[in-house]
């Protein structure tokens, strides 16, 4: 099955981080792969956060959020997207 976030043709912010073996996707990345609006993808990201981790991992490294690219792929199969 492929995954919403494998990197599509073309080149964008996504591929250049898969590329370099990223394991971590930005809110703007899980906004793209949602199809919804930053805002609302911070929303999310900032819900699993506080809910330690559940329905995906996320880290602080200081201002930079990041979510965890397996566990938010494991969210999206669940969810069946």
């Given at each position: 099955m492929k995954n919403v976030l494998d990197p599509p043709a073309?080149?964008?912010?996504?591929?250049?981080?898969?590329?370099?073996?990223c394991r971590t996707l930005r809110p703007a990345d899980v906004a793209t792969a949602l199809g919804v609006s930053r805002t609302a993808a911070y929303t999310l990201v900032r819900r699993a956060e506080k809910a330690g981790g559940d329905p995906f991992k996320v880290m602080r490294l200081g201002n930079t959020i990041l979510v965890s690219k397996k566990s938010f792929?494991?969210?999206?199969?669940?969810?069946?997207?």
């Open positions: 073309g080149g964008d912010i996504m591929q250049e981080r898969s590329s370099v073996g792929n494991e969210y999206l199969d669940a969810q069946g997207l």
